[in-house]
Each structure stands twice: as structure tokens, then as C-alpha cells.
């Protein structure tokens, strides 16, 4: 009977050390190149499977990333998250989780992102000829929005120009996919500053 108890006691002592590793991970501050909103969305996702212990059988490691944005996950690319993983381990914390699935959510929104850019070139580049002229870059900044608005009115020719001068790399007086690539992050910085 002595050792039945101890066997429960051993337990109920490993349970609760789980509970609490559990409510530190979630008070924890976690270091990840993701942004607040994907973490949370992946916290979600593991918490739908979340056992009594805080762990999640990789059995619904498919379902978890295609709840946090892979949509069109195939059974072979789950496969290659999993290789990651030990062969004898049949459940993964959060802290893993967010390990195996970070690698695909950035590529995900790098390819958005690029996307989005190549959108937006278009739109600056109103006569389809695959380059900005200032008169396309002036136009175009005063419709992206009220911030780039007030700017854009308010730029004089000269200012108009030294964008050009300083966005066009290859000095043929007109920006390129890939110069207005780079130029994108320095307009930002200055509408952020």
C-alpha cells in the first residue's frame, strides 16, 4: 500500500512542477523574431490541444499550423517540421511548437510582403513601363494616405528630384522594381520619424 501512495505522491509532485512550468511559460517573455500577434495566434493554437500537463500530441501538429496561417500545410511538409523532433517524442511543449513552426511563418510573410511590394510598384508605376518618374513618384505619394499626403504636397520639385537622385542607384533618372525595393523602408522611416 506504502509504495502506491509514493507512486501517487510522485505523481500528483510531477503534475504540479508541470502546472507551474506551464504558468511560467505563459507568463514568460518568449525571444522569437515573431511579432506579438503571431505568438498569440500560436498560443492559441496550442492551447485548443493543450493536455492537463501543458503538452500537445504532435497527432494535431497539422491542425495547429494550418490554424496559424498554413492554410495549404501538405502532409510531407508536416513531415519536415517533425524531423526536428526526437524519434521517441510523441508530445511538444509551446516553446517547441513556436520553434518548429517560426521558420514557416516568416517565410510566409516574407513571400507576402514581397508581394505586397510588387503590388505597390505597380500603383507607383502608372503607365506600366516597369519604372517610376518623379512625376509617377509625386502622384503616387499623395495616394497612399494622408500622412504621405501632407508630404507629398508640400515636397517641391527639388524635394521630388533628390528622392529620385537618391532612390535611382543606377542614375538613369527613373527607380527601378528593385531600387524602389529599397527605397520603401527609407520612406517609412522617414513617415515614422
Not at 81 to 90: A, I, R
Not at 98 to 109: D, H, R
Not at 114 to 127: A, P, S, T, V, W
Not at 147 to 169: G, Q, R, W
Amino acid at each position: 500500500m506504502g509504495a502506491v501512495l509514493s507512486c501517487i505522491d510522485v505523481n500528483t509532485m510531477w503534475r504540479k512542477q508541470q502546472e507551474r512550468k506551464n504558468q511560467e511559460e505563459a507568463t514568460t517573455v518568449i525571444e522569437s523574431p515573431l511579432n506579438d500577434e503571431q505568438i498569440q495566434d500560436c498560443k492559441d493554437a496550442f492551447s485548443t490541444f493543450k493536455d492537463d500537463d501543458g503538452f500537445v500530441d504532435i497527432e494535431h501538429l497539422g491542425t495547429m499550423i494550418r490554424a496559424v496561417g498554413e492554410k495549404e500545410v501538405t502532409d510531407e511538409e508536416i513531415e519536415k517540421v517533425t524531423e526536428e523532433l526526437q524519434p521517441s517524442e510523441t508530445k511538444i511543449d509551446f516553446t517547441t511548437f513556436l520553434q518548429l513552426v517560426t521558420p514557416s511563418i516568416l517565410e510566409k510573410n516574407e513571400t507576402h510582403s514581397d508581394r505586397n511590394l510588387k503590388q505597390l510598384f505597380k500603383e507607383f508605376d502608372d503607365d506600366g513601363d516597369g519604372y517610376i518618374s518623379a512625376g509617377e513618384l509625386r502622384k503616387s505619394l499623395q495616394k497612399l494616405g494622408d500622412n504621405f499626403a501632407e508630404v507629398a504636397d508640400e515636397l517641391t520639385d527639388d524635394d521630388v528630384e533628390e528622392i529620385m537622385m537618391e532612390a535611382d542607384l543606377d542614375g538613369d533618372g527613373r527607380i527601378s522594381y528593385s531600387e524602389f525595393a529599397e527605397m520603401i523602408p527609407r520612406l517609412n522611416e522617414i513617415m515614422d520619424g
